[in-house]
């Protein structure tokens, strides 16, 4: 599996040729290709968890969380919140925002995960999205390639390819498959 973590290594050494995420890629072998910009929501099933859709910040953080995480113990949120002197109960952890969806769908659990990730699980899974109570940050997205395939026209070919499916999918039309 590849993850912001690991993505511009598996290019280095031609386990993959591209790369769609949230990496930083600062060094002159690589390129990016800006996608789309994203930020945090909260999701969960108000029918096993009832929280209102605006959440104060005492009804979030007294609710049991679900994990995103490459590394299982800490995210983004647990770094906002140590910056406010606050904790938050997390109850289960994944590597996955899919697997996350699944079991957002069978457990009162709420969770942060990406806007764009979140608006397509809830309706897909009957789920419901609202804004955290905490300053979560905003990132982009970016195609990320090796420059050395740069001028490959079928490596061209390719990224445009997946950035229409990407514009399909940010704009709610087709998933990308």
């Known amino acids: 599996p590849a993850s912001s973590a690991?993505?511009?290594e598996m290019i280095d050494v031609g386990e993959?040729?591209?790369a769609v995420g949230?990496?930083?890629v600062t060094d002159a072998h690589h390129r990016t290709r800006r996608l789309f910009a994203s930020g945090y929501s909260c999701i969960f099933n108000p029918r096993l968890l009832p929280l209102p859709s605006e959440l104060s910040l005492e009804k979030y953080l007294d609710a049991p969380h679900l994990l995103i995480s490459f590394d299982g113990r800490r995210g983004v949120v647990d770094d906002v919140l140590d910056g406010m002197a606050r904790t938050r109960t997390v109850v289960g952890s994944t590597a996955q925002f899919a697997s996350?969806?699944?079991q957002l769908a069978t457990l009162p659990v709420l969770c942060a995960m990406p806007t764009h990730a979140a608006l397509?699980?809830?309706a897909a899974l009957d789920l419901t999205v609202c804004e955290p109570p905490i300053?979560?940050?905003h990132y982009d997205i970016n195609l990320i390639w090796h420059a050395a395939a740069g001028a490959d026209p079928a490596h061209e070919w390719f990224r445009e390819v997946?950035?229409?499916a990407v514009d399909?999918?940010?704009s709610g039309g087709d998933s990308p498959a």
């Open 16 to 18: 993959i040729e591209l």
């Open 6 to 8: 690991t993505a511009v």
């Open 168 to 170: 399909r999918f940010v």
């Open 120 to 122: 397509r699980f809830a």
């Open 100 to 102: 996350a969806a699944v």
């Open 22 to 24: 949230a990496a930083t």
């Open 135 to 137: 300053p979560l940050p």
């Open 162 to 164: 997946v950035v229409d």
